[in-house]
């Protein structure tokens, strides 16, 4: 948090390589997952805003809950995402609506633990080892500005590859 999309930067990267291994839209959805939490301290007004959600364990407690919630959800939605794009010119956008526990488990862990991992270097409210140690060696690590290039420049990247491999394929997905 209050950044959230940057997060998907990475995300489109590790898809990018990953292929069908990997679940960007299970990603996606634990990055809302575990930005609820600052979400509702920032509408409260609370001075810490990353509690537990923003820790390495919560994050194994919300990717368990992006997983469960998010595979059935996130294949109902690519379902409708086909029906969208079900037009001339736009079908090589259509995607495999089925996601393998294995895609969707990775997309669910590597998107909350790779959040707590940016945000540690970032945000001075984090404990990201909390309960068992509440120092941060991460923070002001790298500067907050090069991380959103960071992931800029990955999303960007990550994004430009998948569609040239869709345009390249066609219905590539369809087939795998
Ligand atoms: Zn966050």
């Not at 029906?83 to 590597?110: E, H, Q």
């Not at 001075?124 to 090069?146: E, K, R, V």
């Amino acid at each position: 948090m209050p950044f959230t999309p940057f997060h998907m930067g990475p995300g489109a990267a590790v898809k990018a390589v990953a292929g069908r291994y990997f679940s960007l839209t299970v990603f996606g959805f634990s990055q809302v997952m575990i930005d609820l939490e600052p979400l509702i301290r920032l509408f409260r007004g609370d001075s810490v805003l990353h509690g537990m959600s923003h820790t390495y364990l919560g994050a194994l407690v919300i990717g368990a809950v992006a997983l469960l919630a998010g595979k059935p959800l996130c294949e109902w939605w690519l379902r409708g995402w086909n029906r969208a794009v079900d037009i001339k010119y736009l079908r090589w956008l259509m995607v495999n609506p089925n996601i393998s526990w294995l895609a969707a488990s990775l997309g669910a862990f590597i998107g909350t633990l790779s959040h707590v991992l940016l945000d540690s270097v970032m945000h001075a409210d984090m404990h990201p080892f909390a309960p068992f140690s509440y120092a941060n060696q991460m923070l002001h690590l790298i500067p907050a500005g090069q991380i959103y290039l960071l992931c800029t420049i990955l999303g960007v990247a990550g994004f430009i590859a998948l569609a040239v491999v869709a345009l390249w394929h066609k219905h590539s997905f369809d087939t795998e």
